[in-house]
């Protein structure tokens, strides 16, 4: 079961606008992160969620979509995500987080795969454009935002050997479908087993 939702749970970029989620769903998926592990238990992330379509059309400027992409602005206006949650570090509690925000991002992502969304894990925004639209706090700084909805596209996963660069790039085919290699599991393996090819 885990495995199949892992392999489900890929990078989105292009989302059914007809689909909405809710407030209340996003919370539920938030929820879910009350169980990860934390580093010295300090549960020092916080979520901001944005489905106000206002919120969203402010935040959509901030973000920049797929590095292996350079040519690509990014979704077109009708599929756009519905919803963002963007993760926060109140620094009154720390300035390193350890590796709570992975733990806590993977968590929402596969949680929100369960409910027949998608996401997108996005790392590089424009910060002061995301705290000026959401008014957020000087102590909560964003780290990471999740765009969320309903995916509009076709994820393939594809084996590689990894050997070099170009093996492990996403790429789209004509057809639309969005490819993703994966290396081999003798390739994680430092000390490979003689059962392992």
């Not at 892992?6 to 919370?27: C, G, M, N, T, Y």
Request: charged share 25%; proline share 6%; hydrophobic share 35%.
């Amino acid at each position: 079961m885990l495995r199949s939702l892992l392999k489900a749970d890929r990078s989105v970029r292009r989302f059914q606008r007809s689909v909405k989620i809710s407030a209340k769903e996003l919370a539920e998926i938030v929820e879910l992160v009350r169980y990860c592990p934390s580093g010295r238990n300090l549960q020092a992330l916080r979520y901001r969620i944005v489905t106000q379509e206002e919120e969203c059309n402010q935040i959509y400027p901030a973000l920049k979509w797929a590095g292996y992409f350079p040519d690509w602005n990014g979704p077109a206006p009708f599929e756009r995500p519905v919803a963002y949650l963007v993760q926060c570090l109140d620094t009154r509690l720390t300035k390193d987080c350890l590796c709570d925000d992975g733990l806590q991002l993977e968590t929402i992502t596969l949680g929100a795969t369960a409910k027949g969304y998608g996401c997108c894990i996005i790392k590089s925004f424009n910060m002061e454009m995301v705290r000026k639209a959401l008014h957020l706090e000087d102590r909560m700084k964003p780290l990471y935002i999740i765009a969320l909805g309903r995916p509009a596209e076709t994820i393939a996963l594809e084996e590689t050997d990894g050997t070099s660069k170009a093996d492990i790039k996403y790429y789209r085919t004509p057809d639309g479908v969005h490819h993703v290699p994966k290396r081999p599991l003798a390739e994680l393996l430092i000390n490979k087993p003689d059962s392992i090819n």
